[in-house]
């Protein structure tokens, strides 16, 4: 299956400083990539819609302003966490679609382990 | 999306077959049924999806009922490796929808 891969895997950082995870899909395009927030022992809940080009859409409680997202081109997409605080510390995980493909299935990537401190 | 309905856990011996269930009476026509596992600290990994017909991957099979409210993920012969939480998702295909994920199925595949 197609490769989404996330980096960092795992950062540490401390309050009150801003924190860059990538997600990029190494062997096919994606006009949409998704990112996912998950706190231990709850599901994955979706953050916001990344597209190509334009601006990403949040899903509702997410603040824009907070948690920044760019997907300048058709494989990478970031996500910013700004002025991260203790309550920011979850598992971030990326997905992205094929675009055009055949196959609709979403591939994730391995997940951004945050911990803020 | 529709919603799903999935038993919170489930045990199974290795070298069994798995069967998780999954109801989702909702559904409507223009809608698949996907199916997504995690295992722990990973990133969800695709297993398989299907619209009305069974559908059969190297991972697994996928039963749907003929009313479409229903259907069973089969891990044929499950292993310890196939401990994770597994998620039925109903959405409709295409390039720019989300997948919206429940509260999934906790498989404990044990010797």
Known sequence: GAVVSQHPSRVICKSGTSVKIECRSLDFQATTMFWYRQFPKQSLMLMATSNEGSKATYEQGVEKDKFLINHASLTLSTLTVTSAHPEDSSFYICSARLTGGRNTEAFFGQGTRLTVV | ?111
Request: overall charge neutral.
């Open chain 2, 1 to 111: 999306d529709a919603k799903t309905t999935q038993p919170p856990s489930m045990d199974c011996a290795e070298g069994r077959a798995a069967n998780l269930p999954c109801n989702h009476s909702t559904i409507s026509g223009n809608e698949y049924v996907y199916w997504y596992r995690q295992i722990h600290s990973q990133g969800p990994q695709y297993i398989i999806h299907g619209l009305k017909n069974n559908e059969t991957n190297e991972m697994a099979s996928l039963i749907i009922t003929e009313d479409r409210k229903s259907s069973t993920l089969i891990l044929p012969h499950a292993t310890l490796r196939d401990t994770a939480v597994y998620y039925c998702i109903v959405r409709v295909t295409g390039g720019g929808n989300k997948l919206t994920f429940g509260t999934g199925t906790q498989l404990k595949v044990e010797l």
